[in-house]
């Protein structure tokens, strides 16, 4: 798998999240679904950052 590929597919996971979330969002499952899809951009935004900076 290449580097665009293993990040390409977690980016979509958490977008789907995200939209699925929205979607439910006077649930409290979607609210949960929205929080973790957040975590999992966000973490994949300082993964990479970390990354270039090493």
Known sequence: MSDFQSMFLPV???LTLLTV???LRER???VF????GML???GI???KILQKLT
Not at 33 to 36: D, E, H
């Open 21 to 23: 979330g929205f979607t």
């Open 12 to 14: 979509i996971a958490g």
């Open 28 to 30: 409290n499952v979607g």
């Open 40 to 42: 999992c951009i966000l």
């Open 33 to 36: 679904l929205i929080w973790i």
């Open 45 to 47: 935004m300082v993964y």
